[in-house]
């Protein structure tokens, strides 16, 4: 988890590339893919939205990377900290157990 959050902060700091010191190849589109993520969804942009202080993006998918063999833990970004998905977390959190269910309950035609 720790290089995911080392990537994460890149992607969130003032950085101008972004992308310097990163392993990554291009997908069929074009899209980086950065070595060592979890999945992958290759996209076109189909419309954006102005967010207020962001923007929202919404993509046309074309095609998905295969999940893997072993489920390794997602990095989350919640209320301005990092966490996890981990079953030996020491305080309870109902939102842990909601997503959880959530995530492994997907199936190939789950809209995201």
């Not at 994460?8 to 074009?30: I, T």
């Not at 959190?93 to 959530?102: G, K, M, V």
């Amino acid at each position: 988890m720790r290089k995911q959050k080392d990537v994460s902060a890149r992607f969130g700091s003032k950085e101008p590339d972004k992308f310097a010191e990163l392993d990554w190849s291009p997908s069929k589109l074009g899209s980086p893919i950065i070595e060592g993520t979890l999945a992958h969804i290759d996209c076109t942009v189909h419309s954006v939205h102005d967010g207020g202080d962001h923007f929202v993006v919404f993509g046309a998918v074309h095609s998905l990377s295969d999940v893997p063999h072993k489920k390794p833990r997602p990095l989350l970004f919640y209320r301005g900290d990092y966490t996890g998905i981990e079953p030996d977390k020491t305080s309870p959190a109902h939102w842990r157990d909601d997503l959880e269910a959530f995530l492994t309950a997907t199936t190939d035609d789950t809209w995201l």
